[in-house]
Protein backbone atom coordinates (compact mmCIF):
# COMPACT_ATOMS: atom_id res chain seq x y z
CA UNK A 1 0.00 0.00 0.00
CA UNK A 2 1.33 3.34 -0.97
CA UNK A 3 1.25 6.53 1.12
CA UNK A 4 1.16 9.86 -0.70
CA UNK A 5 1.42 12.90 0.98
CA UNK A 6 -1.56 14.81 1.54
CA UNK A 7 -2.63 18.56 2.74
CA UNK A 8 -5.52 16.58 4.29
CA UNK A 9 -3.66 16.27 7.86
CA UNK A 10 -6.54 17.21 10.28
CA UNK A 11 -8.83 14.71 11.12
CA UNK A 12 -10.82 16.56 13.62
CA UNK A 13 -10.59 19.52 16.05
CA UNK A 14 -12.61 20.06 19.27
CA UNK A 15 -13.07 21.25 22.77
CA UNK A 16 -15.05 19.16 25.61
CA UNK A 17 -15.50 20.83 28.90
CA UNK A 18 -14.40 19.15 32.28
CA UNK A 19 -17.57 16.48 32.03
CA UNK A 20 -16.46 15.51 28.73
CA UNK A 21 -19.38 17.60 26.89
CA UNK A 22 -18.50 18.82 23.29
CA UNK A 23 -18.58 22.82 23.47
CA UNK A 24 -17.03 23.06 19.57
CA UNK A 25 -16.30 19.77 17.46
CA UNK A 26 -15.46 19.84 13.64
CA UNK A 27 -14.36 16.87 11.88
CA UNK A 28 -12.93 16.63 8.38
CA UNK A 29 -12.51 12.95 7.39
CA UNK A 30 -15.75 12.25 6.07
CA UNK A 31 -14.47 8.79 4.62
CA UNK A 32 -13.77 7.10 7.94
CA UNK A 33 -16.57 5.36 9.99
CA UNK A 34 -15.11 6.77 13.15
CA UNK A 35 -16.64 10.16 12.31
CA UNK A 36 -19.81 8.86 10.23
CA UNK A 37 -22.60 10.37 12.41
CA UNK A 38 -22.72 12.28 15.29
CA UNK A 39 -23.24 9.47 17.65
CA UNK A 40 -19.89 7.96 16.46
CA UNK A 41 -18.13 11.05 16.29
CA UNK A 42 -19.42 11.92 20.26
CA UNK A 43 -18.30 8.11 21.56
CA UNK A 44 -15.12 8.68 20.19
CA UNK A 45 -14.75 11.76 21.95
CA UNK A 46 -15.83 10.63 25.22
CA UNK A 47 -12.60 7.58 24.41
CA UNK A 48 -10.44 10.56 23.78
CA UNK A 49 -11.53 12.43 26.83
CA UNK A 50 -11.37 9.38 29.25
CA UNK A 51 -8.16 8.74 28.18
CA UNK A 52 -6.72 12.71 28.70
CA UNK A 53 -8.75 13.73 31.01
CA UNK A 54 -6.06 12.66 34.11
CA UNK A 55 -3.17 12.07 31.34
CA UNK A 56 0.41 14.40 31.85
CA UNK A 57 1.38 14.19 28.60
CA UNK A 58 0.04 16.35 25.90
CA UNK A 59 -0.12 13.24 22.76
CA UNK A 60 -1.92 10.07 22.75
CA UNK A 61 -2.86 7.89 20.36
CA UNK A 62 -6.44 6.36 20.19
CA UNK A 63 -8.06 4.56 17.39
CA UNK A 64 -5.41 4.82 14.57
CA UNK A 65 -5.40 8.40 15.49
CA UNK A 66 -2.66 10.63 17.30
CA UNK A 67 -4.78 12.97 19.54
CA UNK A 68 -3.09 16.24 20.84
CA UNK A 69 -4.53 18.00 23.51
CA UNK A 70 -3.99 20.97 25.74
CA UNK A 71 -6.47 21.59 28.98
CA UNK A 72 -7.28 25.25 30.79
CA UNK A 73 -9.62 25.92 33.59
CA UNK A 74 -12.90 24.02 33.07
CA UNK A 75 -11.72 23.01 28.94
CA UNK A 76 -9.87 20.53 27.18
CA UNK A 77 -8.68 21.36 23.73
CA UNK A 78 -7.88 18.67 20.95
CA UNK A 79 -6.65 18.12 17.46
CA UNK A 80 -6.43 14.75 16.16
CA UNK A 81 -4.91 13.43 12.95
CA UNK A 82 -3.86 9.98 11.32
CA UNK A 83 -1.66 7.73 13.30
CA UNK A 84 1.56 8.91 10.84
CA UNK A 85 0.63 12.21 11.25
CA UNK A 86 3.52 14.44 12.90
CA UNK A 87 3.03 15.57 16.29
CA UNK A 88 4.71 18.40 15.98
CA UNK A 89 2.59 20.03 13.25
CA UNK A 90 -0.72 18.87 14.78
CA UNK A 91 0.99 20.85 18.13
CA UNK A 92 1.14 23.91 15.79
CA UNK A 93 -2.66 23.82 15.20
CA UNK A 94 -3.79 23.30 18.68
CA UNK A 95 -1.54 26.22 19.39
CA UNK A 96 -2.44 28.19 17.02
CA UNK A 97 -6.01 27.72 18.04
CA UNK A 98 -5.78 27.74 21.81
CA UNK A 99 -3.56 31.16 21.48
CA UNK A 100 -6.21 32.71 19.01
CA UNK A 101 -8.85 32.15 21.48
CA UNK A 102 -6.84 33.47 24.01
CA UNK A 103 -6.50 36.41 22.80
CA UNK A 104 -9.88 37.22 21.64
CA UNK A 105 -11.32 35.98 24.97
CA UNK A 106 -8.67 38.46 26.39
CA UNK A 107 -6.82 35.29 27.89
CA UNK A 108 -10.03 34.40 30.23
CA UNK A 109 -10.57 31.10 28.86
CA UNK A 110 -13.62 29.05 30.48
CA UNK A 111 -16.22 27.79 28.78
CA UNK A 112 -18.73 30.67 29.30
CA UNK A 113 -16.45 33.04 27.61
CA UNK A 114 -16.31 30.43 24.77
CA UNK A 115 -20.23 30.52 25.13
CA UNK A 116 -20.21 33.83 24.67
CA UNK A 117 -17.52 34.67 21.81
CA UNK A 118 -18.70 31.47 20.18
CA UNK A 119 -19.25 33.18 16.79
CA UNK A 120 -15.36 34.05 16.77
CA UNK A 121 -14.34 30.79 17.70
CA UNK A 122 -16.06 28.83 15.13
CA UNK A 123 -14.50 31.52 12.44
CA UNK A 124 -11.28 30.88 14.39
CA UNK A 125 -11.09 27.11 13.98
CA UNK A 126 -12.61 27.65 10.07
CA UNK A 127 -9.35 30.37 9.87
CA UNK A 128 -6.79 27.66 11.30
CA UNK A 129 -7.75 24.57 9.60
CA UNK A 130 -10.47 24.30 6.92
CA UNK A 131 -11.54 20.98 5.24
CA UNK A 132 -8.70 19.11 7.20
CA UNK A 133 -5.99 21.50 5.64
CA UNK A 134 -3.64 23.69 7.50
CA UNK A 135 -4.28 26.81 6.65
CA UNK A 136 -2.86 29.40 9.24
CA UNK A 137 -0.85 28.69 12.39
CA UNK A 138 -0.16 32.12 13.39
CA UNK A 139 -2.52 33.29 16.18
CA UNK A 140 -2.12 36.71 14.88
CA UNK A 141 -3.05 36.54 11.38
CA UNK A 142 -5.64 34.30 12.44
CA UNK A 143 -7.63 37.00 15.11
CA UNK A 144 -6.82 39.74 12.60
CA UNK A 145 -8.56 37.69 9.55
CA UNK A 146 -11.38 37.43 12.22
CA UNK A 147 -11.50 40.87 12.34
CA UNK A 148 -11.75 41.53 15.99
CA UNK A 149 -11.08 45.61 16.16
CA UNK A 150 -8.18 46.59 17.98
CA UNK A 151 -10.08 48.12 20.19
CA UNK A 152 -10.89 45.08 21.28
CA UNK A 153 -7.70 43.66 22.26
CA UNK A 154 -5.18 44.72 24.92
CA UNK A 155 -2.47 47.03 24.05
CA UNK A 156 0.05 44.75 25.46
CA UNK A 157 -0.99 42.30 22.86
CA UNK A 158 -0.88 44.30 19.86
CA UNK A 159 1.76 44.35 16.92
CA UNK A 160 3.08 47.39 16.27
CA UNK A 161 1.81 47.96 13.25
CA UNK A 162 -2.04 47.55 14.64
CA UNK A 163 -0.85 50.43 17.69
CA UNK A 164 0.75 52.60 14.59
CA UNK A 165 -2.48 51.96 13.12
CA UNK A 166 -4.75 53.37 15.83
CA UNK A 167 -2.48 56.02 16.19
CA UNK A 168 -2.67 57.30 12.57
CA UNK A 169 -6.64 56.99 12.36
CA UNK A 170 -6.96 58.85 15.81
CA UNK A 171 -4.99 62.08 14.14
CA UNK A 172 -6.64 61.32 11.31
CA UNK A 173 -9.93 61.85 13.29
CA UNK A 174 -8.55 64.73 14.92
CA UNK A 175 -7.49 66.52 12.31
CA UNK A 176 -11.03 66.04 10.37
CA UNK A 177 -12.69 67.78 13.93
Known amino acids: MSLLPSLHTI??????DNDGRRVVSKYYDNNDDTFATVKDQKAFESKVFKATERSSSEIVAINNYTVVFRSNVDLFFYVFGDSRENELMLLSVLNALYESISMILRKNVEK???FD???SILLIVDEVVDRGILLESDANNVVNRVHVKTEDIPLSEQTVTQ???DILKSFNWLSQS
Do not use: H, T
Open 117 to 119: QMD
Open 11 to 16: KGVCIL
Open 112 to 114: RAV
Open 163 to 165: VSY
